[in-house]
């Protein structure tokens, strides 16, 4: 079993940056595959990016590429999610999840999510 706990969401103006993180415990984050998924009001929970354990494979969703960065510690037991030129469409709440299977893609198999951290945009 592992617990995810994500944290660094916020109010920020568009055009903006902030970092997440993903933070867990009960086991060792590096031997998962991490990714981050968002969910806006109203729409379904759609995938951001991913890591994979051992942190030379990263994927995205096409509207995040370039402008969101996912990376690990796995000394901190962390996966992070940069994002920058943040837009008003950003606004959600962002997950992370952890894959036993090392899935880092956006169909991949997630057993594990955290509660997550609301992102909130304004013009």
């Known amino acids: 079993q592992v617990q995810l706990v994500e944290s660094g969401g916020g109010l920020v103006q568009a055009g903006g940056s902030l970092r997440l993180s993903c933070v867990a415990s009960?086991?060792?984050?590096?031997?998962?595959?991490v990714g981050w998924f968002r969910q806006a009001p109203g729409k379904e929970r759609e995938f951001a990016a991913g890591?994979?354990?051992?942190?030379?494979?990263?994927s995205y969703a096409d509207s995040m590429k370039g402008r969101f960065t996912i990376s690990r510690d796995n000394a901190k037991n962390t996966v992070y999610l940069q994002m920058s030129s943040l837009q008003p469409a950003d606004t959600a709440v962002y997950y992370c999840a952890a894959s036993t299977t090392g899935d880092y893609y956006y169909n991949g198999r997630w057993d594990y999510w955290g509660q997550g951290t609301q992102v909130t945009v304004t013009v």
């Open positions: 009960g086991r060792t984050l590096s031997t998962f595959g």
């Open positions: 890591i994979s354990r051992i942190a030379g494979l990263v």
